[in-house]
């Protein structure tokens, strides 16, 4: 069992930078792949960026060169530094884990991932 807590949400003006943390408690951490996704105001969830355990990383298109995923495997801790935030960032963001995923295209899924964390908000004023 895994448990997700996200924090670092925010109010920030268009150009500007925020970092998310989800803490996580529970064993096993560093054998987790770790996820980010959002869901903006009458959207579906989308992938945002991902962390394989090896250190891989992956990132949907739309953030690509402006967030950057991270992970601290001592303080059971995942980040997302997002610079550069556009209106269209704004979105509750998620935060999510789980021990088998292996591929690209499985760690975009929202449906394959266990371990859910509550949301944060970002919301980035134009």
């Known amino acids: 069992q895994v448990q997700l807590v996200e924090s670092g949400g925010g109010l920030v003006q268009a150009g500007g930078s925020l970092r998310l943390s989800c803490a996580a408690s529970?064993?096993?951490?560093?054998?987790?792949?770790m996820g980010w996704f959002r869901q903006g105001p009458g959207k579906e969830r989308e992938f945002v960026s991902a962390?394989?355990?090896?250190?891989?990383?992956y990132y949907a298109d739309s953030v690509k060169g402006r967030f950057t995923i991270s992970r601290d495997n001592a303080k059971k801790t995942v980040y997302l530094q997002m610079n550069t935030l556009k209106p269209e960032d704004t979105a509750v963001y998620y935060c999510?884990?789980?021990?088998?995923?292996?591929?690209?295209?499985?760690?975009?899924?929202?449906?394959?991932?266990?371990?859910w964390g509550q949301g944060t908000q970002v919301t980035v004023s134009s």
């Open positions: 962390i394989h355990w090896s250190g891989r990383t």
């Open positions: 999510a884990a789980d021990l088998y995923l292996t591929t690209a295209q499985t760690m975009g899924l929202a449906d394959e991932y266990d371990y």
């Open positions: 529970g064993r096993s951490f560093s054998g987790y792949v």
